[in-house]
């Protein structure tokens, strides 16, 4: 019999001693999951990482370090970037919607490329080549648009080939895409500690 209570104990504690719990009044995010209106709560969680990676010799694990640390800085110093184009990016996307003449749409991207020639040609020639490299990486990763198709979609297609041919020649490609899953999967852990305020 003490077994029992023992087992409910470790069981159902919530049904011991939580307090009631007003499920009308908490407020959380909800997601509609069928056609009936059933819903779910739904809580975003910050990402979680854990171990560190296993080394062979000193040699590998100082290398590794090195790199990890250079990542880190090339990331604080091209993040912003990145986001500024994102918005400017999602901005265009939404005035292209309104514009249905192809001149004032060209007017219109002729204007952006002005404004942002203006602002951001001189520290975007300051970055470094592996920078540079990175931030083809971050657009395609935030955008889900590789440079090359960003280029194509404003530009056109001789422009977007003009560009690819002096990148190719610099060691970079504008095609790019960022692998989350495979050889960027360290850089995208290092992003997402940036974006949480852990780096």
């Known amino acids: 019999m003490r077994a029992f209570f023992i087992a409910i104990f470790l069981c159902f504690p919530t049904f011991l001693f939580a307090e009631e719990v007003d499920w009308d009044k908490l407020a959380v995010a909800r997601r509609v999951v069928d056609k009936y209106g059933d819903t779910i709560p739904c809580i975003v969680m910050p990402p979680i990482f854990c171990g560190t990676p296993k ?79 990175l931030l083809i990486k971050m657009l395609d990763r935030e955008t889900g648009r590789t440079s090359y198709q960003i280029v194509k979609e404003l530009k056109g297609g001789v422009s977007a080939f003009f560009w690819q041919s002096i990148a190719l020649l610099f060691d970079s490609n504008l095609k790019a895409k960022f692998d989350a899953n495979g050889q960027d999967m360290m850089l995208d852990q290092l992003i997402m500690m940036y974006e949480s305020g852990l780096l």
Do not use: H, W
């Not at 265009?92 to 991207?109: Q, S, T, V």
């Open 55 to 133: 080394f062979r010799n000193e040699r590998q694990q100082r290398k590794y370090y090195a790199e990890y640390s250079r990542t880190v800085y090339n990331i604080k110093k091209v993040y912003p970037y990145v986001q500024i184009a994102k918005l400017k990016l999602a901005e265009m996307d939404a005035e292209f919607a309104k514009i249905k003449d192809p001149k004032a749409k060209k007017a219109y991207i002729n204007m952006v490329e002005k404004e942002m020639f203006k602002e951001f040609e001189k520290p975007l020639k300051n970055l470094t080549m592996s920078q540079g490299r």
